[in-house]
């Protein structure tokens, strides 16, 4: 009951705060901007599209048709909990409506400046999204093309031509190591019969599989 004569007389006290709605991205971006300002550990995560706020020791939860009052109340928590609050102390009590009242003002002195800011981070995020998707429409369309066909052919056919060159280098190392070996045998008297070098290089091609 105390708690609701509490919210009562807060979106009284703030009720032009209560009535500013937000979108997720402006609320986000407010968020974020306080989050560095006041320098709190919690961050920022979405519950349904209903429901108010609440605080943790790890995150603010917000519904998605939040508000300013909304936003800046479980701020206010996030602040108490830095300067030491603990679950064992009340949460709604002179010290909360102070910093709320504090967070209004803040963000009374700096409407203009963050309804600019966060019209151009939308509009910069919607450019990105319309950017992102048109790639992946000339990207999808480009993979029916026999252009697109045709270019991985050439670059399956250019990875094999050069496992092709590199199996090629290590059989000619071998038939040089066969060669070298073949003369010193004969020379010390160890090999009772020549061996043919291009026939043990093949012996040896078929032997590794390559």
């Avoid at 504090?102 to 919607?126: C, G, H």
Wanted: positive net charge.
């Amino acid at each position: 009951m105390a708690n609701l004569v509490y919210y009562k007389e807060e979106r009284e006290q703030f009720k032009d705060a209560f009535a500013t709605k937000l979108s997720q991205g402006e609320a986000t971006y407010i968020f974020d901007r306080l989050k560095s300002r006041y320098k709190f550990s919690q961050h920022l995560i979405w519950r349904g599209r209903h429901g108010g706020g609440s605080c943790s020791s790890w995150r603010v939860r917000l519904g998605h048709n939040t508000n300013l009052g909304t936003l800046l109340h479980e701020i206010g928590h996030a602040i108490q909990m830095k300067k030491g609050k603990t679950d064992k102390q009340k949460w709604h009590t002179k010290k909360h409506r102070t910093i709320m009242a504090r967070l209004v003002r803040f963000m009374d002195s700096r409407t203009t400046q963050y309804q600019l800011a966060v019209f151009a981070n939308n509009r910069r995020s919607e450019e990105e999204i319309a950017q992102r998707n048109e790639r992946k429409a000339a990207k999808e369309a480009e993979k029916g093309s026999p252009t697109y066909k045709l270019n991985k052919l050439k670059e399956i056919e250019s990875k094999w031509q050069r496992q092709i060159r590199i199996s090629s280098n290590r059989l000619k190392k071998v038939q040089r190591r066969i060669g070298i070996w073949t003369r010193k045998a004969a020379c010390e008297g160890d090999l009772p019969q020549m061996i043919d070098p291009l026939q043990a290089a093949n012996d040896l091609w078929n032997e590794i599989g390559v």
